[in-house]
């Protein structure tokens, strides 16, 4: 059974660094790409990098100097690293992983709010 | 960036009626993926590859569309299928998502 499930804090510092783990079971993170795609309150999906199956990654432009994405294979575990954080990165972020060619199972999601 | 637009926004539907959601692309796209979301949870894949359904997805629903002009369908209408739809594409990174429509029960 695919699983993925969303850890850090609910609460960071305006311009402090969000450390999020996302831990997965029921498959491989060396068969599968896994992504960070992130949503405001009552707004639309943005989709953030990925962590390709073969260790790399990809990041959206828009994030892309302040975003860093890796792993650990061994513990089933992607992190998302982002620094610099401001109001508007109030959001819920998810991992996600592939199948049918689409976004095909996501985490929970956990909210992190921005705020002194 | 491929822009995702979707419409309309808003649809109000009674049970029964057949709703059909529009996804147009600032660029072509190959292929089209929708996700449902309700209130509260996360997105699902609900169509994959412009038409078709994974697993356990009511076959009222179907997709169509190429190039710009995609649509969702719903050939009748029921109170589950309440939720916001999102269309997504593959073809250029960064992968987007339209801003979402709405569908809720008149």
């Known amino acids: 059974q695919v699983q993925l499930m969303e850890s850090g804090p609910g609460l960071v510092q305006p311009s402090e660094t969000l450390s999020l783990t996302c831990t997965v079971s029921?498959?491989?993170?060396?068969?599968?790409?896994v992504h960070w795609i992130r949503q405001p309150p009552g707004k639309g999906l943005e989709w953030m990098g990925v962590?390709?199956?073969?260790?790399?990654?990809d990041y959206n432009s828009a994030l892309k100097s302040r975003l860093s994405i890796s792993r650990d294979t061994s513990k089933n575990q992607v992190f998302l690293k982002m620094n610099s954080l401001q109001s508007e990165d109030t959001t819920t972020y998810y991992c996600?992983?592939?199948?049918?060619?689409?976004?095909?199972?996501w985490g929970q999601g956990t909210l992190v709010t921005v705020s002194s | 960036e491929i822009v995702l637009t979707q419409s309309p926004t808003t649809i109000p539907a009674s049970p029964g009626e057949k709703v059909t959601i529009t996804c147009r692309a600032s660029?072509?796209?190959?292929?089209m993926y929708w996700y449902q979301q309700k209130s509260g949870a996360s997105p699902k894949l609900w169509i994959y590859?412009?038409?078709k359904l994974p697993p356990g997805v009511p076959n009222r629903f179907s997709g169509s569309g190429s190039g710009t002009s995609y649509s969702l369908t719903i050939d009748s209408m029921e109170t589950e299928d309440a939720a916001t739809y999102y269309c997504?594409?593959?073809?250029?990174?960064?992968?987007?998502f339209g801003g979402g429509t709405k569908l809720e029960l008149k």
């Open positions: 996600v992983r592939e199948g049918y060619g689409g976004f095909a199972f």
């Open positions: 029921g498959f491989s993170l060396s068969i599968y790409n």
């Open positions: 962590m390709w199956s073969g260790g790399g990654t």
């Open positions: 660029s072509s796209v190959s292929y």
């Open positions: 590859d412009t038409f």
């Open positions: 997504q594409q593959w073809s250029n990174t960064p992968w987007t």
